[in-house]
């Protein structure tokens, strides 16, 4: 998606919000915006790894706690 006046506003909003499928994309020859967006997309991929990691560990977290407590609690 091409960036318009107050575009990238809304789109760092939704990545604010937790919305990481957010993707820029441009066909523009000056090297800063690409580098601008190139970096942006970068950014949401790991903030959207960052979470799966998170709830990876969370899950993983609260399994080991249950099952020592199931075990006592028999």
Known sequence: MELQPGFLFLLM???A???FTVK???S???SEIRKLYGDFNLMVRELAATETLQMDF???V???F???ISAIDG
């Open 58 to 60: 969370v899950s993983n």
């Open 62 to 64: 609260s399994h080991e």
């Open 17 to 19: 919000q937790g919305d």
């Open 28 to 30: 523009s020859k000056l």
């Open 66 to 68: 249950k099952t020592p």
């Open 13 to 15: 909003s939704k990545v």
């Open 24 to 26: 820029l994309e441009t």
